[in-house]
């Protein structure tokens, strides 16, 4: 675990409102996102945390409220600073979201191309060195995706996430339908690249033995916010239905039997 992080947020939602039609998703949600954490992102099934991902890498422009990405408010900067901001983030979608037409070289090296004007042979270098990183063997660059298992599309799509050296990652559930060794792995790959390149990760998850492994502080939506984010043991504490049924059922408690708890600062 990292141990020098400091309080000052990298991100800052304040007052958020996320409305679809008549269905209120988000209402008055605040959230930080600290300097080199691992913040889990729980709730139930449409309690809002993929469109509060949107929301946060500007992909979904808010009802209400305000996002500020190291101390900066995105709806108030300018396309290019603005753009500027969004390649701080490294973003990484439940599908993965790899275009099958192209290696996994090529995938990567796209937006080192289209973002940061490499030339080819350059950002295919470069592209080389993030599949390196990932823990992907060599010929797995000149592999198109569906030539991959699900656990190396997972990491091919992590390498692309952080080509453009990204300050912070997002990652929507990125052990869904990998198998437990695989999801275990892909765990310590990401409490590495945290910890390694200093990055904030905005994960995610219905996996609680993610959260038991990996995470710094848990966040939990419910009720239309955040209805805690702190550490697993205080959020495992809470006085909350949902909270009690999913820590402290049958899959919550065989979580934490296997899992050593995180380390306390
Ligand atoms: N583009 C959209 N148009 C209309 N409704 C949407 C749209 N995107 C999301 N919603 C609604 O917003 C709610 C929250 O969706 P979201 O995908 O963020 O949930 P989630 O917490 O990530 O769920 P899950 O855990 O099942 O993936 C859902 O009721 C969903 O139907």
Known sequence: MSTDRTTTPVVEVRGLVNRFGSQTVHDNLDLDILPREVLGVVGGSGTGKSVLLRSIVGLRRPNAGSVKVFGKDLQTLSPQARSEQERRFGVLFQSGALFSSLTVVENIALPLIEHAGLPREDAEHLARMKIALTGLPPGAGDKYPSMLSGGMV????????????????????????????????????????????????????????????????????????????????????????????????????????????????
Not at 195 to 206: C, E, I, K, M, P
């Open 154 to 265: 997972k990491r091919a799509a992590l390498a692309r996430a952080l080509a453009l050296d990204p300050d912070i990652l997002f990652l929507d559930e990125p052990t869904a339908g990998l198998d437990p060794i695989g999801a275990a792995a892909f765990d310590q790959l990401i409490r590495t690249l945290c910890d390694a390149l200093g990055l904030s990760v905005f994960l995610v998850t219905h996996d609680l033995d993610t959260l038991y492994a990996i995470c710094d502080r848990v966040a939990v939506l419910s009720q239309k916010r955040v209805l805690i984010a702190d550490t697993l043991e205080r959020v495992a504490d809470t006085r909350d239905a949902w909270i009690q049924d999913y820590f402290h059922g049958p899959r919550g408690r065989a979580a934490a039997y296997q899992q050593p708890t995180p380390a306390k600062e």
